[in-house]
């Protein structure tokens, strides 16, 4: 089976830094996949990690150790608009979602 | 490019209704998955397909069929609709390729069931 680990809820102020962690158990991996979520609306690809190591976007950077079955999301210089659920997915040859994290930008 | 169309948008079915959600992608996407969201909570995989002709069933498949008879279309049909099947459903899309892996999501049906 599969298991996913991400918090519930984070806060943070605008400008400020915030890391969302994921581990996960699961076979057939093949990378780990981030998705944004505003409410109401359909979740919205963010960021893929095939191999190791960071990958950059804007304000937004993705982290993975295949090894250790982790990852994180870090957001950057936060914005109201970053308020939203945030989903780390596996990538196997389908894409299961974990309950994910509620980030809430306070002013 | 559209992306991935779903109709409706809103539906309202009773008990025991059967009906089809429909979903479209003009990316030519290898893979396409069907979820559904509850009020507060993560996405749970119903149905998906790698391909025309290729169907598999996620984590909630009962209830629910789909096909995959072309690659734009994949379809998701209600048997007989019960009131636990009211839900937000996404059909998404991705193609095949290693270094383009993520999903696009479809705008969402909202399903009540009465």
């Known amino acids: 089976g599969q298991s996913l680990e991400q918090p519930s809820e984070v806060t943070a102020v605008e400008g400020a830094i915030v890391q969302i962690n994921c581990t996960y158990q699961?076979?057939?991996?093949?990378?780990l996949s981030w998705y944004q979520q505003h409410d109401g609306g359909a979740p919205t690809f963010l960021s893929y990690?095939?191999?190791?190591g960071l990958e950059e976007t804007g304000r937004f950077s993705s982290f993975l150790s295949r090894s250790d079955s982790y990852g994180y999301l870090l957001l950057q210089e936060l914005q109201m608009k970053d308020s939203a659920s945030y989903f780390c997915?596996?990538?196997?040859?389908?894409?299961?979602f974990g309950s994910g994290t509620q980030l809430t930008v306070l002013p | 490019n559209a992306g991935v169309t779903q109709t409706p948008k809103f539906q309202v079915l009773k008990t025991g209704q059967s009906m089809t959600l429909q979903c479209a992608q003009d990316?030519?996407?290898?893979?396409m998955s069907w979820y559904r969201q509850d009020p507060g909570m993560g996405l749970r995989l119903i149905h998906y397909?790698?391909?025309?002709?290729?169907?598999d069933q996620g984590e909630v498949p009962n209830g629910y069929n789909v096909s995959r008879s072309t690659t734009e279309d994949f379809p998701l049909r209600l048997l007989s609709a019960a009131p636990s099947q009211t839900s937000v459903y996404f059909c998404?899309?991705?193609?095949?390729?290693?270094?383009?892996?993520?999903?696009?999501f479809g705008s969402g049906t909202r399903l009540t069931v009465v």
């Open positions: 998404a899309s991705s193609a095949g390729s290693p270094v383009n892996y993520g999903y696009t």
């Open positions: 699961t076979s057939g991996f093949y990378g």
């Open positions: 990690n095939a191999l190791d």
């Open positions: 997915a596996p990538r196997t040859r389908q894409l299961t």
């Open positions: 990316m030519n996407h290898e893979y």
């Open positions: 397909s790698v391909g025309a002709g290729i169907t």
